[in-house]
Every structure is written in structure tokens, then in C-alpha cells.
């Protein structure tokens, strides 16, 4: 009986493992695709049936991809404007979440409720009135227009608050009868102890405004202001696309997504998992 339920057990094991595995394949299988491509040429590319591997390895592509556009000016543009918005969300909605969490007001579960409910308005409304107030403060195709309208999240401070409910107020009890003021309970005792969610905050933001292509795409209008994924529709023609640079472009793009997924990931999902509970 105990062989029986063993063999039973091992089969069911067996099964299990093998639709993970098939689904992680799901999951991994178009980014792999993506890279194998970018190692093609195009007429490879284009042949039927597709292949998985290339017959011989391209390594131009990269150099041809750099080559055909002002990519060097694109990251750039990029990653200052996914740096500052992560920056300016990690200030602005940690101050924010310690308000609603810690501090007393008039009014402020109602003002919280109100905070919540932007959540529910899709951005696409929001564009318009949005990109009017740019136009009249004069911030079109301008840094100020990628970035500051990033500076706030009512996500990222919804997060933080949360977390911030299940930290033990005895600990900013004791820091206020040494003396401490507010902003150093802030500073010295709730954002030491928020890491995992700080880098959550982080990691969601940094990854949206280094992949956002609709709102760059409406306030831009220089190539010298253009992101990364503005510049990769540059191999997108109207008759058509030169796959093979734009995949070589695509794989450069996720690049800084790695790495700050694999410098981070112990606090990410730290993060994700604490992020809800409360005391």
C-alpha cells in the first residue's frame, strides 16, 4: 500500500513539474525567439518555416542597430527620466503614505478614498488635460515634460502606506520620547524598515518609465529628446521593418530591466509578499 501511494505521489510530482516547466517555456520562449532573431539576418528572418537557430551568427546587427540611429542619445534620454521619476516617486509617495498612515487629520481616510479613486480614472483620460497644461507652461519636447508628470503615484504611495501600517508604532513611540521629530521617525526608523517595499516602489516605476511609449510619444517631437522606445520605431518603415536591427535594438532595450531586476529581486518579492499584510 505505502509503494502504491509512493509510486502514486511520484507520478503526480512528475506531471506537476512538467506543466510548470511547459509554462515557464510559454513565459521564456518569445524572449528567447526575440534573441536568437536579433542573430539572423533578414532574408533568415523572413524565410518560411521560421527556424529557431541562426545559421550563422550576425553580430553586426548590434553595431548596425547603434549605427542607424542616435541610440547612445536615446538611453540616455531614457534613463534620465526613469531615474528621476523613480527618485521623485520614492520621495514624494513615501512622505505621503507616512501621512495617511501615521499622522492625524481632518478628514483623512475620506481625502485617502478620493486619493484611490485617480486609480480608477484610465490614463488615456488624464492625457489631454495633461498635455494642454504642458503646451501653456511651454514644456513640450522638453525633459520637464517627460518627468514631471511622474513625480507622483497614488499606486506608489497606496504600497508604501500599507507597508507602513504593519510596521509597530512602539518603535516610533520610543524614537518620540528621545526627541525625534516627525521627519526623523520618517527618516531613521519607518524608510530603514521599508526597504523591501521601497524597492518594490522602485523596480514597478523605473521598469514603466523606461518602457512607456505613448506619453513620450505625444510630447516629443526632436529626435533629440526621443527614448529608447520612440527609437526603435525608427526601424519600422511604412512598407517594411528592418526586423533584424529592430531586434537587436529590443534586446539592448530590456538590458537595464535585468539588471536592476537582478540586483533587486530579494526585496522585490520581499516586497510584493508584505506589502498587504497589516497588524
Known amino acids: 500500500m505505502n509503494g502504491s501511494l509512493k509510486y502514486k505521489h511520484t507520478i503526480k510530482s512528475i506531471f506537476l513539474h512538467l506543466i510548470v516547466y511547459f509554462g515557464a517555456f510559454l513565459t521564456v520562449a518569445p524572449f528567447l525567439w526575440m534573441v536568437l532573431t536579433s542573430f539572423k539576418g533578414l532574408n533568415e528572418i523572413l524565410t518560411y518555416p521560421p527556424t529557431w537557430l541562426p545559421k550563422s551568427f550576425k553580430f553586426e546587427n548590434y553595431a548596425n542597430a547603434f549605427q542607424a540611429a542616435s541610440f547612445g542619445r536615446f538611453y540616455f534620454n531614457t534613463l534620465l527620466v526613469a531615474l528621476l521619476c523613480t527618485l521623485g516617486q520614492l520621495v514624494t509617495c513615501s512622505t505621503a503614505a507616512f501621512a495617511f498612515a501615521r499622522l492625524k487629520f481632518w478628514g483623512r481616510d475620506f481625502l485617502f478614498l478620493i486619493f484611490l479613486g485617480t486609480m480608477m480614472i484610465p490614463g488615456q483620460v488624464t492625457m489631454i488635460p495633461t498635455f494642454i497644461i504642458l503646451y501653456r507652461l511651454g514644456w513640450i519636447d522638453t525633459y520637464a515634460a517627460l518627468i514631471v508628470p511622474g513625480l507622483a503615484s497614488a499606486f506608489g504611495t497606496f504600497l508604501l502606506r500599507q507597508f507602513f501600517l504593519a510596521i509597530p508604532r512602539d518603535l516610533e513611540d520610543a524614537a518620540y520620547i528621545d526627541g525625534c521629530s516627525r521627519f526623523g521617525v520618517l527618516w531613521r526608523i519607518i524608510l530603514p524598515l521599508s526597504k523591501p517595499a521601497l524597492a518594490t516602489l522602485a523596480i514597478f516605476t523605473f521598469m514603466y518609465f523606461f518602457n512607456d511609449f505613448l506619453w513620450p510619444l505625444i510630447v516629443v517631437n526632436s529626435e533629440q529628446m526621443r527614448t529608447v522606445q520612440l527609437g ?46 497589516k497588524d
Request: glycine share 6%; charged share 15%; no cysteine.
Open 232 to 277: 526603435l520605431a525608427i526601424f519600422r518603415d511604412r512598407y517594411i521593418t528592418q526586423w533584424d536591427l529592430l531586434m537587436a535594438g529590443s534586446v539592448t532595450s530590456t538590458l537595464p530591466l535585468l539588471i536592476v531586476f537582478f540586483f533587486a529581486q530579494k526585496y522585490f518579492i520581499k516586497g510584493i509578499t508584505l506589502s498587504g499584510l
